[in-house]
């Protein structure tokens, strides 16, 4: 049986099957604002540090969801990622920045391929999106 959380006080200590479900192996979304306000979602992986309260996106640095999120400017882009899984579901929001800084990259990358069981290629324009995360929600 699934249980609801909605919201848990504070972001960074949810729940153990919501936790949980963010440690499984999960294609998700991240979804972004273009300059028009209309979303762009696209698949990406997304690893969940809910004592940092945050979430990390690894990516090119000319992909369109770095330039809508660089966009933003100096506050950040509200942004959401959402995984599923039949009925169960989790959405992480908050503000992402991207971050170029090589140790935070390297960090983003350990982290992808501890949960996704593979280590990502080699990718010299490679970059971080964060996502402080503000709130969560789902059924896990």
Not at 25 to 40: A, E, K, N, V, Y
Not at 104 to 133: G, H, L, T
């Amino acid at each position: 049986m699934t249980t609801p959380h909605l919201d848990p006080t504070p972001p960074g200590d949810p729940d153990a099957p919501y936790l949980a479900f963010w440690r499984e192996r999960h294609l998700c979304t991240l979804t972004t604002l273009r300059p028009d306000g209309s979303p762009h979602v696209v698949p990406v992986g997304v690893t969940y540090d809910p004592e940092a309260r945050l979430a990390r996106v690894i990516t090119f640095a000319d992909s369109a969801k770095v330039r809508h999120t660089r966009a933003a400017g100096p506050d950040g882009a509200r942004v959401a990622v959402c995984q599923v899984d039949g009925g169960r579901w989790a959405t992480l929001e908050g503000r992402a920045f991207v971050r170029t800084d090589p140790e935070r990259v390297a960090d983003a990358e350990r982290r992808y391929a501890e949960r996704y069981q593979r280590v990502p290629s080699p990718n010299p324009s490679r970059v971080v999106i964060e996502i402080e995360v503000t709130r969560t929600l789902g059924r896990a």
